[in-house]
């Protein structure tokens, strides 16, 4: 049996190097190089959020929610019950008992009206009030029509209504511009008022005025939106006739029923009627404007989005360690939707 032969080895010659030579790598790495990053790196503009989707997109009305009782037992709805339920006690305890509410004031009137400088009570009250939360301009005016008649009146009604809009203004833009910039990324209701504001000028201040949007509410927008001054005291001087009403209320607690009243009693009323249809036309106006500019407010959002994400890739390939910041701290989850939005007016 004839053994196989082993097999055949080859040989290869053996490069003997020398100890002085030193062997470099073909392409050397620094300690650290320097990271750039690429189009394809940058993320996309991210997908509307579920709450902005359902603003962009809203379903029909389901009339059976309304047969729930969860649908009224919710902030919104109390909210609007109690301005309602306010409304409608303040008008029948003013209609009713108008009288009584004149021998209830009347001494607070006679200690007002003796003071030397009495007057400055309620424009001190006025400059308070003129920060929100807080409330109360028209019991103030009602208050001021009592005891120093129309005329005077409704000159310390303008005076104190000017003053504290101008100071609610000047500390609004100097020291609570970044709150006002921070709630405009995170409440779309409060961009979509300020993107309104912002291409309306003016005239949206004037309207916004004589809307039934509360006016200590609106001086925070105008001041935190780059509204200038002249404007803003334009438009409050253009609306002080929306506190003539107040005034004038206040100016028939001290006028008795008769035959000779009914000419007041008929300019009050219609008075009313028209600062209530000003202020409701105002504020459907304002809703309407707000409505349009959604899908911008929405793609800004995105778009502020987008640009934290890349800011984040970018420190990643520097650095090698994510932002230690949220990419945004107000973001739901992403809906999944294929394509952008554009924005639309």
């Not at 196989?4 to 490069?15: A, K, N």
């Not at 607070?108 to 001190?124: D, E, T, Y």
């Not at 001054?229 to 028939?252: D, E, N, R, Y």
């Not at 809906?335 to 639309?344: A, K, N, Q, R």
Request: proline letters at 8%; hydrophobic letters at 45%.
């Amino acid at each position: 049996m004839e053994m196989s032969s082993p097999p055949p080895y080859t040989t290869s010659e053996v490069v003997s190097v020398a100890k002085d030579v030193i062997l470099e790598p073909l392409s050397p790495i620094p300690k650290r190089a320097e990271a750039s990053v690429g189009i394809r790196e940058i993320p996309r503009t991210p997908s509307p959020t579920p709450s902005e989707f359902a603003v962009l997109h809203p379903g029909p009305f389901n009339f059976r929610r309304m047969l729930d009782w969860r649908y009224w037992f919710t902030k919104q709805w109390l909210i609007r019950f109690l301005i309602l339920t306010f409304a409608v006690l303040f008008a029948l305890v003013f209609t009713e008992y108008r009288q009584d509410l004149a021998n209830a004031f009347a001494p607070v009137a006679h200690w007002m009206r003796g003071l030397p400088a009495g007057w400055l009570i309620p424009i001190a009250l006025m400059i308070i009030l003129s920060f929100p939360p807080l409330f109360g301009h028209e019991i103030v005016g009602i208050l001021v029509g009592l005891v120093w008649g129309f005329e005077i009146g409704f000159g310390i009604m303008a005076a104190g209504t000017i003053l504290g809009e101008l100071i609610s203004f000047f500390v609004f833009r100097y020291w609570c511009a970044a709150r006002g910039e921070k709630l405009e990324q995170t409440s779309m209701r409060y961009a979509s008022i300020a993107t309104v504001v912002r291409k309306g000028g003016f005239k949206m201040v004037l309207i916004m005025r004589y809307s039934a949007i509360p006016s200590h509410f609106s001086t925070a927008v105008f001041s935190t939106c780059g509204i200038s001054l002249l404007s803003f005291c334009a438009a409050a001087v253009l609306a002080l006739p929306k506190q003539f009403i107040v005034v004038l209320l206040g100016t028939t607690l001290n006028e008795e029923d008769g035959a000779n009243n009914r000419t007041g009693k008929l300019i009050v009323d219609l008075s009313l009627i028209v600062t209530i249809l000003c202020t409701v036309g105002g504020l459907w106006y304002i809703n309407r404007r707000c409505k349009a500019v959604l899908p911008e407010v929405v793609y800004a959002r995105r778009k502020a989005r987008q640009r934290k994400l890349a800011a984040n890739v970018t420190r990643v390939s520097t650095t090698g360690s994510p932002d230690p910041s949220p990419v945004e701290a107000n973001y739901d989850a992403p809906t999944g939707l294929p394509g952008e939005v554009s924005p639309t007016v």
